[in-house]
């Protein structure tokens, strides 16, 4: 088989979730490194077993148990934004890889449930901790992943016609929001110091209530 048809075959088999636990930049990175360079078929935590067997199958490998050092398989999961908290700090809009997350500079962010892959990256970014993960109320879906991906390409696609400098990921998708970028490329002591502003004025509003 061809490796571009194998790469898609792979991918195909993937929950599109673009959570990196895997330790590739998206689900398309990770059936890259497993067609060309022989990638382990067990990373995938939100594929869990039948995900591994299902890879298993369509490469004539052996299968295996799921690494859990990339995570646990669980239900899926989707991020709740405790909206009275939200600093509209938007890190966690630059942070999700489907765009599942909607606000603006110092507004109130929401996460669009349906959306949601339930990847988790946008709650450690959030300097106020008002993000969490609950149990979804629906099952992941082949339509599910099938939209997730067309969601993940077009943000990749964006970020790539917005930034042609040879940035991984990351970098490319902190650029993607110009006032918090701004912020990156200051000193340490400015950072904490805008940070520790977003705080007080969080604490300041749970005190009111």
């Known amino acids: 088989m061809q490796a571009p048809l194998l790469i898609d075959r792979i991918d195909a088999a993937l929950p599109q979730t673009q959570c990196t636990k895997c330790g590739y930049d998206g689900c398309r990175p990770y059936a890259r490194a497993i067609a060309l360079d022989n990638a382990p078929i067990n990373r995938c935590p939100p ?9 298993a199958q369509l490469l004539q490998r052996p299968e295996l148990p799921l690494d859990t050092h990339c995570g646990e398989h669980r239900p ?14 938007t890190l966690c809009i630059q942070a999700c890889p489907v765009d599942a997350i909607v606000g603006a500079n110092k507004l109130m962010h929401t996460v669009l449930a349906n959306d949601c892959t ?16 609950i149990d979804a109320d629906h099952q992941w879906t082949p339509n599910h992943a099938n939209a997730a991906r067309l969601r993940y390409e077009q943000r990749q696609h964006r970020l790539e016609a917005a930034h042609h400098e040879s940035s991984g990921p990351a970098a490319r998708t902190l650029a993607n929001k110009a006032p918090v970028s701004a912020l990156a490329s200051t000193d340490a002591n400015t950072r904490q110091a805008v940070i520790a502003q977003a705080l007080a004025r969080a604490r300041a509003r749970r005190q009111k209530k």
Request: proline share 5%.
């Open 76 to 89: 899926l999961q989707v991020a709740v934004i405790d909206e009275a908290h939200c600093i509209g700090c």
């Open 47 to 55: 594929g869990g077993q039948a995900g591994i067997h299902t890879l």
């Open 118 to 133: 339930g990847c988790d990256l946008c709650v450690a970014p959030c300097p106020v901790d008002c993000i969490s993960m």
